[in-house]
């Protein structure tokens, strides 16, 4: 329908590099990655001994995390060896949803073929993001269980061969395993691609009442949505470094 709403579920190509294809998503996952590799390079700059409102507060959501993260694995040695990866995680995810609804993302874009192909768009509308993610999660949990454990107790969670009942219980384990993979990039993925569909039908049809508060909410399911894949992660790490001999 000429001036209908127009859905697309794929990252849309701009083009390509040495037969590598760069989508609308990759190109703002960069602008992302800039905006954080600028920031801490800024505030690495203006760290003082008296800190500021900026530096205490981020100083402070550092101390937090750190010790939520010790309390829950444990270890204060593991919270801060996982403490980059957490943190970077929900960083990304929660910028990148935030900016879903800044001006100029999905709205500047080029014309080809008659067509409008938005420059920007939010990485995490773009599955293979969320996928690429919970392969992150996913293999970074695995290769510290095996770190941790070793290779045979590790998969001794998997393959046990002691009783018929042990046997299945490793079959449930590596399906829910390899369950966490789907889970983590589809629930991501659907979360924020559905609440952009849902603002760009509200926008299409009350375009004076519901977009602004539907965008609202969104932002904060974008931070909710940050929150969650961070904490699933470091939960996930907590059960694959505990000895299957103690695990309930």
Same mark, same amino acid.
Request: hydrophobic letters at 60%; zero cysteines; a negative charge.
């Given at each position: 329908? @000429? ?10 190509? #701009?083009? @390509? ?9 990759? %190109?703002?996952?960069?602008? %992302? ?32 995390? #750190?010790? /939520? ?13 996982f403490f980059p990866l957490v943190v970077s995680i929900f960083l990304f995810i929660l910028i990148s949803n935030e900016l879903e609804f800044f001006p100029g993302v999905g709205s500047i ?48 969670? /998997? ?8 046997? %299945? %219980? ?33 926008? /299409?049809?009350? $375009?004076y009442f519901l977009p602004a508060p539907l965008i609202g909410f969104e932002m904060f399911i974008g931070v909710v949505q940050a929150v969650v894949f961070a904490i699933l992660t470091l ?8 000895? $299957?001999?103690?695990?309930?």
């Amino acid at each position: 329908m @000429s001036g209908g709403i127009s859905v697309i579920l794929a990252a849309e190509r #701009l083009g @390509s590099v040495f037969g590598f294809p760069i989508t609308n998503a990759l %190109v703002m996952t960069w602008l %992302v990655m800039a905006l954080l590799i600028g920031f801490a390079i800024f505030f690495g700059r203006s760290l003082t001994l008296v800190p500021g409102k900026l530096q205490t507060g981020i100083e402070w959501f550092f101390e937090a995390t #750190l010790a /939520y993260m010790a309390e829950t694995l444990e270890s204060e040695v593991l919270a801060r060896k996982f403490f980059p990866l957490v943190v970077s995680i929900f960083l990304f995810i929660l910028i990148s949803n935030e900016l879903e609804f800044f001006p100029g993302v999905g709205s500047i874009g080029l014309v080809h073929a008659a067509e409008f192909l938005p420059v920007l768009r939010t990485p995490t509308t773009d599955l293979n993001f969320t996928l690429a993610l919970a392969l992150i999660s996913f293999f970074v949990i695995e290769i510290m269980g095996i770190m941790t454990l070793g290779v045979f107790r590790h998969l001794g969670r /998997y393959v046990n061969l002691t009783s018929p009942v042990g046997f %299945v %219980v490793g079959l449930l384990e590596i399906i829910s395993n390899l369950g966490r993979i789907i889970t983590f990039s589809f629930r991501l993925f659907g979360n924020i691609f559905a609440g952009e569909i849902m603002v760009l039908v509200a926008a /299409y049809f009350l $375009p004076y009442f519901l977009p602004a508060p539907l965008i609202g909410f969104e932002m904060f399911i974008g931070v909710v949505q940050a929150v969650v894949f961070a904490i699933l992660t470091l939960f996930f790490i907590k059960l694959a470094i505990a000895d $299957p001999s103690e695990a309930h």
